[in-house]
């Protein structure tokens, strides 16, 4: 699902069941909730995607408990803060460490390297600051620039005129013709998840990728809890195990068993610059997410390289 390399750690979310709480509370007369310990990057560089993820899991949460709950009880998940600290630290020449915000140094070795194209995998705010400084030397002008994660709102909407035309993106194209023609309950959610961010004042009510992970996140974790029939922790982490496919408004996501990834669609397009002067990704292409996806065959490999070379 996650295209970065390197020196960008993936937005990771881990969701813990709280324990087998009573059915009921104290009166008997209200469903006690099922909370669900969800923990994030709240702050620092990832802040583009997880605040708008926060929003569509919020959303989705709303819309599964309006239908009844799971198991007729609400979900209530609790969030914390791991603050991206990451496990490892990534040193190499030319290659910015996690959360660099000066990245004049890496600009000039760029434009001294003759390379006729750059791929980039910083993202978040650390992608948004590296294109602002970018610009003003003409990077962008002097060489291809493939960057996953800049072709997406969370990034393309806060860069607004100093996006990177041209560049090539895997993005989040909600607002694409052609993509709302593919999946047409698309725009649907894109309304509504626009009037919900709008009634919390928050400032960019715009849909945004990581609102689609956050929505996605919710159902996904209630669909596993009714095929468990529990709550217990080790009973919804064998039913994730099982795998299973869900449609989403923006395509069909499937949640592999061989280690527990979501898998949504994928998209390619380049950046471009609309009529009104706003961003947007264009020519957009979908694959599948397990046609991209590394095997459950090579997870496991990779992992056990991994290990091996922890007991070293």
Excluded at 11 to 24: D, E, N, R
Excluded at 250 to 258: L, P
Aim: proline share 8%.
């Amino acid at each position: 699902m996650r295209p970065w390399s390197r020196s960008t750690l993936a937005i990771v979310v881990v969701s813990v069941l709280i324990g087998m709480v009573p059915a009921l509370d104290q009166a008997g007369a209200q469903p006690k909730p099922i909370k669900i310990g969800e923990i994030n990057s709240y702050s620092g560089v990832a802040t583009p995607y997880t605040f708008p993820y926060k929003e569509g899991l919020a959303l989705a949460t709303k819309e599964i408990n309006d239908a009844g709950g799971v198991l007729g009880r609400p979900l209530e998940f609790i969030h914390r803060d791991d603050k991206l600290k990451p496990d490892v630290e990534f040193v190499q020449l030319n290659w910015p460490k996690l959360g660099e915000s000066d990245h004049s140094s890496y600009i000039t070795a760029l434009l001294q390297s003759g390379a006729e194209g750059l791929f980039s995998s910083v993202w978040g705010a650390q992608s948004i600051a590296f294109v602002k400084q970018a610009r003003p030397f003409g990077l962008f002008e002097k060489m291809r620039f493939v960057a996953p994660s800049v072709g997406n709102p969370d990034e393309l909407d806060p860069l607004g005129k100093e996006a990177p035309i041209g560049a090539i993106a895997t993005p989040f194209a909600w607002y694409d013709p052609w993509l709302n023609k593919l999946h047409p309950k698309l725009a649907a959610w894109a309304k509504k998840y626009t009037e919900w961010a709008k009634e919390k004042g928050l400032k960019d009510p715009q849909p945004k990728l990581g609102g689609s992970w956050g929505y996605a996140s919710a159902y996904i974790i209630a669909e596993a809890i009714k095929r468990a029939k529990s709550t217990d922790s080790e009973k919804v982490i064998a039913a994730l195990s099982e795998g299973f496919e869900m449609d989403m408004p923006w395509g069909k996501v499937v949640m592999r068993g061989c280690d527990q990834q979501a898998l949504p669609p994928q998209w390619i397009g380049v950046v471009k610059m609309d009529a009104q002067g706003k961003p947007i990704a264009a020519e957009i292409e979908e694959t599948p997410g397990r046609e991209v996806a590394r095997s459950c065959d090579e997870v496991k490999e990779l992992r056990a390289a991994a290990a091996a070379r922890q007991k070293k």
